[in-house]
């Protein structure tokens, strides 16, 4: 089964995903836009119980996603990385953020969402079709 770490930018949260991640996505809401500081956010969700917490104390940080869905963001309270967050509508799973993972080779995303708020310049090479959620 393949292995992969994620860590914020310090090293201090690390944490360990077994198998491959159930979904693949970027979002282009306001709310990832300023989470990442970034046009759009990448992230991989797991099964909760193929998800090891290696090392470190998250800060979190709640909102209310664009949808009305909370989410509870998971962050360095040393270098500020997101490393992952929660989702109160997919209470099994966890997001990690796709740049924790620092793997060019990570498998590609399959679902865009919130296609609307995406920046016009913004386009994929797609591998296979993504998937547009709306
Ligand atoms: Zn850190
Ligand atoms: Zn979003």
């Known amino acids: 089964m393949i292995v992969r770490d994620a860590s914020c930018a310090c090293g201090d949260i690390r944490l360990r995903c077994k198998g491959e991640p159930v979904r693949i996505s970027v979002c282009h809401c306001l709310e990832c836009q300023k989470r990442t500081g970034s046009a759009f956010a990448a992230q991989a969700r797991f099964l909760k119980e193929d998800v090891e917490f290696l090392q470190g104390e998250p ?76």
């Not at 940080?61 to 009305?68: H, I, L, N, V, Y």
Request: glycine share 6%; charged share 25%; hydrophobic share 35%.
């Open 59 to 134: 800060a979190t940080f709640a909102r209310t996603g664009d949808e009305g869905g909370a989410i509870t963001q998971r962050f360095c309270p040393r270098c500020g990385t997101t490393v992952w967050y929660a989702i109160d509508n997919d209470p099994d799973r966890i997001a990690v953020t796709l740049g924790a993972f620092a793997d060019p080779s990570f498998p590609p995303p399959r679902f865009s969402v919130y296609e609307e708020r995406k920046h016009a310049w913004v386009a994929f090479n797609e591998i296979e079709p993504i998937k547009h959620d709306w």
